[in-house]
């Protein structure tokens, strides 16, 4: 079964306290991992698209990561605006048309 | 260039009732998802469509329904409104190209069941 479970839950930092958000996922054939920012009643904003093992990619103070059985979030130096919950998710092996959601993690920036 | 657009963005109903929720999707999109999301969980998929044809469908009961029209834009509807559809429901597009693309998503539709 498709899977996508992300940790922590929630995380509170310090601003300029880097740490890392984990989304580990379990589908077959892999065809995209996806990083979403969702601001509270707002819709999912899209942050980064992954395709392989290996492949990084940055965007100011945020950068994913993939390898064969999860993604990294890295958040450097973060500041009270990166305040937000932090969807992963990957399209279904069996509903090949359907995006598959972690529950996310809720990130608390304070200065 | 703007955005995926949904309507409304809040919407009250009673059990029982009928509801309609409408979205367009980006200019060039010709593909549209609806997605549902409870409080503190992540979106579930409820449909997709491409080219007005119903190219995917989420484990929803038949009280959902949705259709696409010429223009690409889309409704969705639910009927017989039960408490447990409150929720706020997603629209997504996604460019044209095939494989797995990136969805961008509208600002989304608040619905209240009383």
């Known amino acids: 079964e498709d899977q996508v479970t992300q940790s922590p839950e929630a995380l509170r930092l310090q601003e300029g306290e880097s740490s890392s958000l984990n989304c580990s996922y379990t589908?077959?054939?892999?065809?995209?991992l996806f990083w979403y920012r969702q601001d509270p009643g707002k819709g999912p904003e899209f942050l980064f698209t992954?395709?392989?093992a290996g492949e990084e990619k940055e965007k100011e103070r945020l950068k994913a990561t993939l390898t064969k059985k999860e993604s990294f979030l890295h958040i450097t130096a973060p500041k009270p605006e990166d305040s937000a919950t932090y969807l992963c998710?990957?399209?279904?092996?069996?509903?090949?048309?359907?995006?598959?959601f972690g529950k996310g993690t809720t990130l608390s920036v304070s200065s | 260039d703007a955005g995926v657009t949904q309507s409304p963005t809040h919407l009250i109903k009673t059990r029982g009732q009928h509801v309609t929720l409408r979205c367009s999707p980006i200019?060039?999109?010709?593909?549209v998802s609806w997605y549902q999301q409870v409080l503190g969980q992540g979106p579930q998929f409820i449909f997709q469509?491409?080219?007005?044809?119903?190219?995917g469908r989420g484990n929803f009961p038949d009280r959902f329904s949705a259709r696409q029209f010429p223009n690409y834009s889309s409704e969705l509807n639910v009927n017989a409104l039960l408490l447990g559809d409150s929720a706020l429901y997603l629209c997504?597009?996604?460019?044209?190209?095939?494989?797995?693309?990136?969805?961008?998503f509208g600002p989304g539709t608040r619905l209240t069941v009383l």
């Open positions: 997504a597009s996604s460019p044209p190209g095939g494989g797995a693309r990136e969805q961008f």
């Open positions: 589908v077959s054939g892999l065809r995209g």
């Open positions: 992954l395709y392989s």
């Open positions: 998710a990957v399209y279904s092996g069996e509903a090949g048309t359907a995006l598959i």
């Open positions: 200019s060039g999109h010709k593909s």
């Open positions: 469509y491409y080219e007005k044809e119903e190219r």
